[in-house]
């Protein structure tokens, strides 16, 4: 049987004073259609009583950043810790709290993880907190790093609307320069929107905030990529239809393009489905491709697909199919050449599929399972590193607690 080597991270104890890190490397199979048969697992819940409820990673070459909320023995508190490996992400440094003297991080979960960027030793994580909307969400909350995440202090908040009520679904990215691109969700004018802000100061101070599209699914997560000549994109699920859509800008954000879908799958829903999609960039200049996957669930189509979009052109290919109809929760990462990568979840199986394409997505591998059969797994995370792709996800132990889990993507 084909193997895949994993790595299980949680914290050991909850007390600050006491946090170790666990790391064990496992193999475990690949599954194969033999296994098809096997009875479906419950996927974990949002909220969970113990464990990991945020995960999100940064990579610059073989350095990887790796930023995890995790619950409090005795406290309704998370704690965001942050650690980091200069390898990879074979193996990891101690965990430290970035945010003991901050503001909490509200209603923290997959798919409203709290946020990271890193240029360098200067690093900048995001996360929303308590506020004043119906749902009880509010502000942004920042903290900055100078040193490569050792010590960290507060930073300001990216938005410029002064609103305590709900700024979330971030995502952020850093520039072959070292200016810090954030996005996320808030509803200013009345309507949930798009907005972005751009820091050329390593977070210490923020633009005016620009809105993207007035109007937009009200809570799927966002995301956003820079491409190495100054070409920034974001992907996000419009409202009316509920399909993903892009915006571009050729110029580290200083003007955008106007949003175009990403598929045109018209599907007509009232109602957010808390997935978002993924996103990235192979080449660069008039040579450069937007990768997306797209998560529809339109009753014919419903599944993850990948769109290739050349350089100010519309999709130069149609929507491809990864994975089944149960396939969810998608992410992609690019490297040299054209190798990409997609990942996704499985409503029906549990668990994490990975697959690979060395030709810009024209065609892929047959998907791997990265994740244990007997697992409880879901929205994975995928970065290119300097040495090849690597996968995360939250997984759910037998004691039903949660877990960070990482494998490479062959």
């Keep these: 049987m084909e193997m ?25 199979g690949v599954i194969r259609a033999e296994c098809a048969e096997n009875k479906p697992v419950a996927a974990p819940a949002h909220a969970v009583a113990s464990g990991v409820r945020s995960l999100d990673v940064y990579a610059e070459g073989t350095r990887v950043h790796l930023l995890t909320g995790e619950s409090m023995e005795g406290s309704e508190r998370p704690a965001l810790l942050h650690r980091h490996s200069e390898d990879s992400g074979a193996t990891w440094s101690q965990p ?32 929303t907190t308590a506020g004043t909307d119906q749902w009880g969400s509010g502000a942004m909350t920042t903290a900055l790093s100078e040193d490569g995440g050792r010590r960290w202090h507060a930073g300001p908040n990216p938005a410029d609307d002064g609103s305590t009520t709900g700024h979330g679904f971030i995502d952020m990215a850093a520039d072959n320069s070292g200016h810090f691109h954030l996005t996320w969700l808030d509803s200013r004018d009345g309507k949930q929107g798009l907005r972005y802000a751009r820091s050329d100061s390593a977070g210490k101070s923020w633009s005016p905030n620009t809105t993207l599209k007035a109007a937009t699914c009200e809570c799927c997560p966002n995301r ?11 992907l996000f699920r419009d409202g009316n239809p509920r399909d993903m859509q892009l915006v571009r800008s050729p110029d580290s ?7 175009a879908a990403t598929g045109a799958f018209d599907w007509q829903f009232n109602g957010c489905p808390h997935v978002g999609g993924g996103l990235a960039i192979t080449g660069e200049g008039t040579s450069s491709i937007l990768h997306t996957l797209s998560w529809t ?21 149609e929507p491809k199919q990864l994975g089944d109809s149960t396939a969810s929760h998608p992410d992609l990462a690019a490297a040299g050449q054209g190798r990409i990568a997609a990942v996704w979840d499985s409503r029906e199986t549990s668990g994490i599929w990975g697959s ?32 090849g792709f690597r996968v995360f996800w939250t997984e759910e132990t037998a004691e039903g607690a949660m877990v960070w889990a990482t494998a490479v993507l062959p």
Excluded at 224 to 234: H, K, M, T
Excluded at 253 to 259: A, I, K, T, V
Excluded at 297 to 306: A, D, L, S, T
Aim: some cysteine; charged content about 15%.
């Design 224 to 234: 956003i990529v820079a491409g190495v000549d100054g070409e920034l994109a974001i």
């Design 297 to 317: 669930g339109k009753v014919e189509r419903v599944g993850v697909y990948h769109i290739a979009i050349p350089n100010g052109g519309q999709p130069g290919s």
């Design 356 to 387: 690979t394409s060395t030709d810009a997505g024209r065609n892929w591998s047959e998907p791997k399972r990265l994740s244990s059969i007997d697992t409880p797994a879901t929205h994975p995370r995928v970065i290119s590193t300097g040495k």
């Design 96 to 127: 430290v709290r970035i945010d003991e003297t901050l503001p909490a991080a509200f209603s923290l979960h997959r798919g409203m993880d709290a946020q990271l960027a890193a240029a360098g030793d200067h690093l900048v994580a995001a996360w």
């Design 253 to 259: 954000g200083r003007h955008w393009l106007p949003p």
């Design 4 to 28: 895949v080597n994993r790595t299980i991270g949680i914290t050991s104890s909850f007390q600050m004073n006491r946090l170790i890190q666990i790391s064990a490397a496992i193999c475990i």
